[in-house]
Protein backbone atom coordinates (compact mmCIF):
# COMPACT_ATOMS: atom_id res chain seq x y z
CA UNK A 1 0.00 0.00 0.00
CA UNK A 2 1.45 3.62 -0.82
CA UNK A 3 2.14 5.72 2.08
CA UNK A 4 -0.50 8.45 2.90
CA UNK A 5 0.01 12.21 1.63
CA UNK A 6 -0.45 15.11 3.99
CA UNK A 7 -1.84 18.14 3.57
CA UNK A 8 -3.00 21.31 5.79
CA UNK A 9 -6.56 22.29 4.78
CA UNK A 10 -8.65 25.47 5.10
CA UNK A 11 -11.92 24.68 3.27
CA UNK A 12 -13.51 28.14 3.96
CA UNK A 13 -10.63 29.97 2.59
CA UNK A 14 -9.25 26.96 -0.07
CA UNK A 15 -6.09 27.62 0.58
CA UNK A 16 -3.64 24.31 1.08
CA UNK A 17 -0.39 23.76 2.88
CA UNK A 18 1.78 20.56 1.80
CA UNK A 19 3.63 19.28 4.37
CA UNK A 20 6.72 18.83 2.34
CA UNK A 21 10.25 18.94 3.46
CA UNK A 22 12.45 21.12 1.52
CA UNK A 23 14.30 17.92 -0.20
CA UNK A 24 11.30 16.77 -2.29
CA UNK A 25 9.15 17.70 -4.85
CA UNK A 26 5.90 19.16 -3.92
CA UNK A 27 3.82 15.90 -4.72
CA UNK A 28 6.44 13.74 -2.14
CA UNK A 29 4.24 15.05 0.83
CA UNK A 30 5.74 13.70 4.30
CA UNK A 31 4.04 12.12 7.29
CA UNK A 32 3.44 14.16 10.53
CA UNK A 33 5.68 11.64 12.20
CA UNK A 34 8.44 13.31 10.12
CA UNK A 35 7.79 17.43 11.43
CA UNK A 36 6.69 16.42 15.37
CA UNK A 37 9.43 17.51 17.60
CA UNK A 38 11.99 18.25 14.29
CA UNK A 39 13.10 21.77 13.87
CA UNK A 40 14.64 21.12 10.81
CA UNK A 41 11.15 20.18 9.70
CA UNK A 42 8.62 23.50 10.30
CA UNK A 43 5.61 24.12 8.93
CA UNK A 44 6.00 27.87 10.23
CA UNK A 45 2.45 27.78 12.22
CA UNK A 46 3.25 30.49 13.80
CA UNK A 47 3.44 32.81 10.99
CA UNK A 48 0.10 31.68 9.69
CA UNK A 49 -1.95 32.19 13.03
CA UNK A 50 -0.51 34.88 15.13
CA UNK A 51 -1.86 38.38 15.38
CA UNK A 52 0.58 40.89 14.54
CA UNK A 53 1.15 43.57 17.27
CA UNK A 54 0.30 47.25 17.04
CA UNK A 55 2.46 49.37 15.00
CA UNK A 56 5.16 51.80 16.47
CA UNK A 57 5.99 55.47 15.20
CA UNK A 58 9.03 55.03 12.97
CA UNK A 59 12.07 56.44 13.24
CA UNK A 60 15.48 57.00 11.46
CA UNK A 61 18.21 54.67 13.26
CA UNK A 62 20.93 57.29 15.04
CA UNK A 63 24.10 56.58 12.98
CA UNK A 64 21.94 57.68 9.85
CA UNK A 65 20.65 61.05 11.70
CA UNK A 66 24.35 61.75 12.34
CA UNK A 67 25.11 61.31 8.97
CA UNK A 68 22.08 63.11 7.05
CA UNK A 69 24.06 66.19 8.89
CA UNK A 70 26.66 65.96 6.96
CA UNK A 71 24.64 66.05 3.36
CA UNK A 72 23.58 68.43 0.71
CA UNK A 73 20.24 70.14 0.52
CA UNK A 74 17.61 67.88 -0.59
CA UNK A 75 16.71 66.96 -3.22
CA UNK A 76 12.78 67.33 -4.53
CA UNK A 77 11.24 63.96 -3.29
CA UNK A 78 13.14 64.33 -0.23
CA UNK A 79 11.54 67.88 0.59
CA UNK A 80 7.31 66.37 -0.58
CA UNK A 81 5.20 67.18 2.72
CA UNK A 82 5.44 63.92 5.14
CA UNK A 83 1.64 63.00 4.44
CA UNK A 84 2.51 63.42 0.54
CA UNK A 85 5.50 61.08 0.55
CA UNK A 86 3.38 58.72 2.68
CA UNK A 87 1.06 58.49 -0.09
CA UNK A 88 3.46 57.83 -2.72
CA UNK A 89 5.41 55.10 -0.73
CA UNK A 90 1.71 53.31 -0.64
CA UNK A 91 1.06 53.59 -4.17
CA UNK A 92 0.40 49.94 -5.22
CA UNK A 93 2.44 50.58 -8.39
CA UNK A 94 5.26 50.53 -6.69
CA UNK A 95 6.94 47.31 -5.62
CA UNK A 96 8.70 45.87 -2.36
CA UNK A 97 11.77 46.19 -4.95
CA UNK A 98 11.20 49.56 -5.70
CA UNK A 99 10.69 50.63 -1.94
CA UNK A 100 13.56 48.72 -0.67
CA UNK A 101 16.19 50.44 -3.12
CA UNK A 102 13.95 53.50 -2.73
CA UNK A 103 14.64 53.70 1.09
CA UNK A 104 18.52 52.92 0.18
CA UNK A 105 18.80 56.13 -1.61
CA UNK A 106 18.09 58.66 1.05
CA UNK A 107 18.37 59.12 4.87
CA UNK A 108 15.33 60.80 4.37
CA UNK A 109 13.18 58.20 2.16
CA UNK A 110 14.57 55.42 4.51
CA UNK A 111 12.80 56.57 7.86
CA UNK A 112 9.38 57.19 5.40
CA UNK A 113 9.81 53.34 3.69
CA UNK A 114 10.68 51.63 7.05
CA UNK A 115 7.14 53.32 8.65
CA UNK A 116 5.53 51.57 5.67
CA UNK A 117 7.13 48.74 5.97
CA UNK A 118 5.86 48.31 9.61
CA UNK A 119 2.92 49.21 9.25
CA UNK A 120 1.61 47.12 6.64
CA UNK A 121 3.45 44.24 8.47
CA UNK A 122 1.37 45.06 11.79
CA UNK A 123 -1.80 45.37 9.39
CA UNK A 124 -1.44 42.01 7.48
CA UNK A 125 -3.73 39.34 8.86
CA UNK A 126 -2.47 35.65 9.27
CA UNK A 127 -3.46 33.53 6.21
CA UNK A 128 -5.16 31.01 8.41
CA UNK A 129 -6.57 32.47 11.55
CA UNK A 130 -9.72 32.17 12.25
CA UNK A 131 -10.87 29.71 9.85
CA UNK A 132 -11.55 25.80 9.81
CA UNK A 133 -8.21 23.76 9.94
CA UNK A 134 -7.32 20.04 9.33
CA UNK A 135 -4.10 18.03 8.83
CA UNK A 136 -6.03 15.30 6.68
CA UNK A 137 -4.34 12.19 5.71
CA UNK A 138 -5.25 10.71 1.93
CA UNK A 139 -6.54 7.20 3.43
CA UNK A 140 -9.91 9.34 4.14
CA UNK A 141 -13.07 7.63 5.15
CA UNK A 142 -14.96 10.56 6.63
CA UNK A 143 -14.41 14.12 7.29
CA UNK A 144 -13.82 15.90 10.68
CA UNK A 145 -16.95 17.28 12.32
CA UNK A 146 -17.07 20.87 11.63
CA UNK A 147 -15.30 20.16 7.95
CA UNK A 148 -18.84 18.48 6.95
CA UNK A 149 -21.03 21.08 9.02
CA UNK A 150 -23.31 22.75 6.35
CA UNK A 151 -21.13 20.97 3.82
CA UNK A 152 -18.15 23.26 4.39
CA UNK A 153 -15.52 21.35 2.62
CA UNK A 154 -17.75 19.61 0.11
CA UNK A 155 -19.28 23.39 -1.08
CA UNK A 156 -15.64 24.41 -1.44
CA UNK A 157 -15.22 22.36 -4.37
CA UNK A 158 -16.23 20.68 -7.85
CA UNK A 159 -16.48 16.92 -8.02
CA UNK A 160 -17.44 13.98 -9.54
CA UNK A 161 -18.62 11.41 -6.81
CA UNK A 162 -16.61 7.74 -8.01
CA UNK A 163 -18.33 4.27 -7.50
CA UNK A 164 -15.25 3.09 -5.70
CA UNK A 165 -14.13 6.24 -3.59
CA UNK A 166 -16.15 7.29 -0.70
CA UNK A 167 -17.42 10.70 -0.76
CA UNK A 168 -14.82 12.33 1.96
CA UNK A 169 -11.75 10.88 -0.16
CA UNK A 170 -13.11 12.50 -3.12
CA UNK A 171 -13.54 15.40 -1.87
CA UNK A 172 -10.10 15.49 -0.32
CA UNK A 173 -8.46 14.79 -3.53
CA UNK A 174 -10.62 18.19 -5.03
CA UNK A 175 -9.61 20.22 -2.89
CA UNK A 176 -5.91 19.01 -3.67
CA UNK A 177 -6.31 20.54 -7.06
CA UNK A 178 -8.68 23.32 -6.62
CA UNK A 179 -7.01 24.93 -3.73
CA UNK A 180 -4.30 27.71 -3.67
CA UNK A 181 -1.16 27.11 -1.51
CA UNK A 182 -1.12 29.40 1.28
CA UNK A 183 0.80 32.31 0.36
CA UNK A 184 3.84 33.99 2.09
CA UNK A 185 3.77 36.14 4.96
CA UNK A 186 4.03 39.98 4.27
CA UNK A 187 7.13 40.05 6.68
CA UNK A 188 8.55 36.70 4.42
CA UNK A 189 7.97 39.11 1.49
CA UNK A 190 9.88 42.00 2.54
CA UNK A 191 12.79 39.65 4.09
CA UNK A 192 13.15 38.39 0.29
CA UNK A 193 13.42 41.94 -1.04
CA UNK A 194 15.64 42.69 1.40
CA UNK A 195 17.90 39.79 0.68
CA UNK A 196 17.87 40.62 -2.94
CA UNK A 197 19.54 44.19 -2.14
CA UNK A 198 22.34 42.59 -0.49
CA UNK A 199 25.00 43.56 -2.86
CA UNK A 200 24.21 47.19 -2.98
CA UNK A 201 25.27 46.91 0.72
CA UNK A 202 28.90 45.85 0.50
CA UNK A 203 29.31 49.80 -0.42
CA UNK A 204 28.14 50.86 2.71
CA UNK A 205 30.67 51.69 5.70
CA UNK A 206 30.30 48.19 7.54
CA UNK A 207 28.99 49.25 10.60
CA UNK A 208 26.26 51.20 8.62
CA UNK A 209 25.13 48.30 6.39
CA UNK A 210 24.54 46.34 9.96
CA UNK A 211 22.56 49.12 11.43
CA UNK A 212 20.45 49.12 8.39
CA UNK A 213 20.38 45.37 8.02
CA UNK A 214 19.05 45.92 11.87
CA UNK A 215 16.72 48.55 11.45
CA UNK A 216 15.09 46.92 8.00
CA UNK A 217 14.64 43.53 9.83
CA UNK A 218 13.28 44.68 12.86
CA UNK A 219 10.70 46.83 11.62
CA UNK A 220 9.58 43.48 9.16
CA UNK A 221 8.63 41.38 12.20
CA UNK A 222 5.34 41.98 13.47
CA UNK A 223 5.89 40.70 16.65
CA UNK A 224 8.47 43.10 17.65
CA UNK A 225 7.46 45.07 21.01
CA UNK A 226 6.96 41.70 22.65
CA UNK A 227 10.57 40.54 23.79
CA UNK A 228 12.52 37.12 23.23
CA UNK A 229 10.27 34.91 25.14
CA UNK A 230 6.96 36.92 25.62
CA UNK A 231 4.12 34.91 26.58
CA UNK A 232 1.50 34.53 24.13
CA UNK A 233 -1.83 32.43 23.60
CA UNK A 234 -2.18 29.74 20.59
CA UNK A 235 -6.50 30.11 21.01
CA UNK A 236 -8.61 27.34 20.25
CA UNK A 237 -11.67 29.60 18.87
CA UNK A 238 -13.92 26.50 18.88
CA UNK A 239 -13.40 25.01 22.20
CA UNK A 240 -11.99 28.29 23.69
CA UNK A 241 -9.37 26.90 24.83
CA UNK A 242 -5.89 27.68 25.14
CA UNK A 243 -1.79 27.10 25.08
CA UNK A 244 0.87 28.99 26.97
CA UNK A 245 3.15 29.88 24.41
CA UNK A 246 6.49 31.94 24.35
CA UNK A 247 7.88 33.99 21.22
CA UNK A 248 11.28 32.64 21.19
CA UNK A 249 12.70 31.58 18.04
CA UNK A 250 14.91 28.26 17.97
CA UNK A 251 16.70 26.35 14.99
CA UNK A 252 15.70 27.23 11.10
CA UNK A 253 13.32 30.29 11.84
CA UNK A 254 11.15 28.07 14.16
CA UNK A 255 9.15 30.77 16.18
CA UNK A 256 6.92 29.75 18.59
CA UNK A 257 7.48 27.14 21.72
CA UNK A 258 5.20 25.89 24.43
CA UNK A 259 5.51 27.62 28.01
CA UNK A 260 6.26 24.85 29.99
CA UNK A 261 9.35 22.35 30.46
CA UNK A 262 10.38 20.72 27.55
CA UNK A 263 10.78 21.61 24.22
CA UNK A 264 7.45 21.61 22.02
CA UNK A 265 6.50 23.93 19.31
CA UNK A 266 3.25 25.52 18.61
CA UNK A 267 3.97 23.28 14.92
CA UNK A 268 3.84 20.50 17.46
CA UNK A 269 0.60 21.59 19.47
CA UNK A 270 -1.59 21.62 16.09
CA UNK A 271 -0.12 18.58 14.48
CA UNK A 272 -1.07 16.45 17.68
CA UNK A 273 -4.61 17.57 17.40
CA UNK A 274 -5.81 18.71 14.11
CA UNK A 275 -4.12 15.11 12.04
CA UNK A 276 -7.49 13.41 10.40
CA UNK A 277 -7.72 10.06 8.82
CA UNK A 278 -9.39 6.90 8.57
CA UNK A 279 -7.66 4.46 11.33
CA UNK A 280 -6.63 0.65 10.46
CA UNK A 281 -6.81 1.44 6.50
CA UNK A 282 -3.19 2.79 6.74
CA UNK A 283 -3.70 1.89 10.35
CA UNK A 284 -1.90 3.50 13.21
CA UNK A 285 1.00 1.50 12.97
CA UNK A 286 3.11 4.20 15.29
CA UNK A 287 0.59 3.87 18.01
CA UNK A 288 0.73 7.07 18.54
CA UNK A 289 -2.99 7.92 19.14
CA UNK A 290 -2.70 11.24 16.57
CA UNK A 291 -4.96 10.16 13.85
CA UNK A 292 -8.56 11.18 14.88
CA UNK A 293 -7.35 14.69 16.30
CA UNK A 294 -10.05 16.24 18.84
CA UNK A 295 -8.91 19.58 17.42
CA UNK A 296 -9.11 18.89 13.58
CA UNK A 297 -11.56 21.11 12.09
CA UNK A 298 -11.47 23.99 14.69
CA UNK A 299 -10.36 27.71 14.18
CA UNK A 300 -7.20 28.87 15.92
CA UNK A 301 -4.84 31.66 16.11
CA UNK A 302 -2.16 33.05 18.20
CA UNK A 303 -2.49 36.54 20.47
CA UNK A 304 -0.49 38.08 23.64
CA UNK A 305 -1.59 36.52 26.79
CA UNK A 306 -2.62 39.77 28.01
CA UNK A 307 -5.88 39.64 25.81
CA UNK A 308 -6.63 37.18 27.80
CA UNK A 309 -6.19 38.92 31.04
CA UNK A 310 -9.93 39.52 32.81
CA UNK A 311 -11.74 37.18 29.74
CA UNK A 312 -14.00 34.40 31.29
CA UNK A 313 -14.94 31.66 29.67
CA UNK A 314 -11.37 29.87 28.56
CA UNK A 315 -9.49 26.80 29.94
CA UNK A 316 -5.87 26.46 29.82
CA UNK A 317 -5.01 23.02 28.64
CA UNK A 318 -1.21 23.68 28.08
CA UNK A 319 -0.66 20.71 30.96
CA UNK A 320 -2.95 18.36 29.33
CA UNK A 321 -1.36 18.89 25.61
CA UNK A 322 1.89 19.10 27.48
CA UNK A 323 1.39 15.19 28.66
CA UNK A 324 0.33 14.29 25.30
CA UNK A 325 3.59 15.57 23.67
CA UNK A 326 5.18 13.59 26.22
CA UNK A 327 3.26 10.31 25.38
CA UNK A 328 3.69 10.83 21.74
CA UNK A 329 7.59 11.80 21.75
CA UNK A 330 7.89 8.51 24.09
CA UNK A 331 6.70 6.26 21.62
CA UNK A 332 8.46 7.59 18.37
CA UNK A 333 11.62 7.02 19.95
CA UNK A 334 12.02 3.88 18.65
CA UNK A 335 11.96 5.42 15.42
CA UNK A 336 14.53 7.78 16.26
CA UNK A 337 13.53 10.61 17.45
CA UNK A 338 15.33 12.81 19.70
CA UNK A 339 13.94 13.71 23.66
CA UNK A 340 12.01 16.66 23.58
CA UNK A 341 13.67 17.27 27.47
CA UNK A 342 15.99 19.71 26.73
CA UNK A 343 19.34 19.19 27.78
CA UNK A 344 20.71 20.49 31.62
CA UNK A 345 23.31 23.19 29.58
CA UNK A 346 20.09 24.68 27.43
CA UNK A 347 18.23 24.91 30.59
CA UNK A 348 20.85 26.42 32.74
CA UNK A 349 21.37 28.84 29.66
CA UNK A 350 17.67 29.54 29.82
CA UNK A 351 17.40 29.99 33.78
Not at 40 to 62: E, F, G, H, V, Y
Request: some cysteine; glycine content about 6%.
Amino acid sequence: MCRQEWHILAPRVRKVHRLTMDNRKVHGTSSPTEFLFNNKNSWNAWSKLAIPAAPRRARAPRALSRRARRLCSLSGLESLPSELLASIIEDSALEKRDLVALALASTTLWAHVLSHVEKECSLAKPPMAGVELACTGTYLVDLPELFAKDNLAKSSVEFQQSRYMCEAWTINFAALSAYEAVEETIEEAWRFEWKMHAEFLEEFPVRLAKTLKTEFLGRCDAFRGHGAGSLWVLRNLTTREFVRCRARKGPSGVRGYVDCGVEVRVDDVLLLRICWTAVGVGGDWEGLGIYRGKWAGHCFDIVPRERLEGVEGWRDCTEEVVEQAKEVAENMRPLGMASITPSRRKRKAEA
